[in-house]
């Protein structure tokens, strides 16, 4: 079932108000702000992880493989935009 133009809106919003967050927490002063929110996705990604090979029937490595580097984005796109922030703000 396809996402309505409402739903896809607020994905879009979603999306732009975690990295709005990330990029303000990153450019804060202290800079352990700025891995508050990679912490939260990587605990959550690997809770959904968890619960997923617990009980899937798919026991193939590349399956495996493949959950985990897709529930690694979010958490390596975060860290990027924490790094690239740092960067600017030590300049």
Known sequence: M???IHELLLVFVVILSV???QIFLSLREGKYWG???PVLFLIYSLYNLSKTTLFSELTSGYY???LVLQASIPTIMLIAVYFIC???RNK
């Open 19 to 21: 990295l709005g967050l």
């Open 2 to 4: 396809p996402l309505e």
């Open 35 to 37: 891995l508050i929110m």
């Open 64 to 66: 495996k493989f493949g």
């Open 86 to 88: 740092r960067k600017i």
